[in-house]
Antibody, heavy 120, light 107 residues
C-alpha cells in the first residue's frame, strides 16, 4: 500500500535553514506529482509546494516563494523540501502528499507529518 | 489568487442528521474541487474529487455537488465516525487554496 513518511523536522532559530525529506513506497513514485502541505498548530491547511513527476516543473505558495525549494530523487523515491530564511510563522506540521488528477490537484495519500518549530 | 470560503465554520448535529457544508470560490473553478476530512492528530483524507466523484473506499453517505463557484458536501446520515473537520480545496490553477475548514461537532 502507499506509504509516505516525512522526516527532518525539529526546532530551529529564525533565519536558519532546515531540509525535510519524505520517503515514498508502495507505488511508482516517479509517475506522480508530489506536494508539501503544512498546518500551523490549531489552524487550517496551507499548500506549500508542488513538483511534477519528473521534477521539470515546480510551484510554490506565495508565503514561501523565494525561501523554500522543492526537489525529488526518483531513483531513491524521496521528496525534499529545503527551507531557508525560516520565520516564526513557518512553524507547522509539514505533510507530504501524492497528487492526482487535474494539475495533480487533489491529494489521495498523505504522510503523518513532521513538526517544524521556528523559535529563538 | 482564488479564495475559498466555507460555511459554516462550526456545525453541531445529531447522529443520523443530514449535514450540508458549503464552499464558495472567489472566481469560477469549473469542477476542480476536492473535499477532505481531518480528525485530530491525523492527516487529511480525501473524500470527494472533481466536485462530485467519490474517492475509492469512502462511504456512499458522502456526496459532493456544484460547479463554477458554489459547491456543497453532504453527509446523508451522520455517523459517530464523521465528527471531524472538513476542508474544501480548489485545483483550478497552481495555487491550491483550501477553505478555512468546518468543524462538525456532536450535538
Amino acid at each position: 500500500q502507499v506509504q509516505l513518511v516525512e522526516s527532518g523536522g525539529g526546532v530551529v532559530q529564525p533565519g536558519r535553514s532546515l531540509r525535510l525529506s519524505c520517503a515514498a513506497s508502495g507505488f511508482t513514485f516517479s509517475s506522480y506529482g508530489m506536494h508539501w502541505v503544512r498546518q500551523a498548530p490549531g489552524k487550517g491547511l496551507e499548500w506549500v509546494a508542488l513538483i511534477w513527476y519528473d521534477g521539470s516543473d515546480k510551484y510554490y505558495g506565495d508565503s514561501v516563494k523565494g525561501r523554500f525549494s522543492v526537489s525529488r530523487d526518483n531513483s531513491n523515491n524521496t521528496l525534499y523540501l529545503q527551507m531557508d530564511s525560516l520565520r516564526v510563522e513557518d512553524t507547522a506540521l509539514y505533510y507530504c502528499a501524492r497528487g492526482r488528477g487535474h494539475n495533480y490537484g487533489y491529494r489521495d495519500s498523505w504522510g503523518p507529518g513532521t513538526l517544524v518549530t521556528v523559535s529563538s | 489568487d482564488i479564495q475559498m470560503t466555507q460555511s459554516p465554520s462550526t456545525l453541531s448535529a445529531f447522529v443520523g442528521d443530514r449535514v450540508t457544508i458549503t464552499c464558495r470560490a472567489s472566481q469560477t473553478i469549473s469542477t476542480w474541487l476536492a473535499w477532505y476530512q481531518q480528525k485530530p492528530g491525523k492527516a487529511p483524507k480525501v473524500l470527494i474529487y472533481d466536485a462530485s466523484s467519490l474517492e475509492t473506499g469512502v462511504p456512499s453517505r458522502f456526496s459532493g455537488s456544484g460547479s463554477g463557484t458554489q459547491f456543497t458536501l453532504t453527509i446523508s446520515r451522520l455517523q459517530p465516525d464523521d465528527f471531524a473537520t472538513y476542508y474544501c480545496q480548489h485545483y483550478d490553477s497552481y495555487s491550491y487554496t483550501f477553505g478555512q475548514g468546518t468543524k462538525v461537532e456532536i450535538k
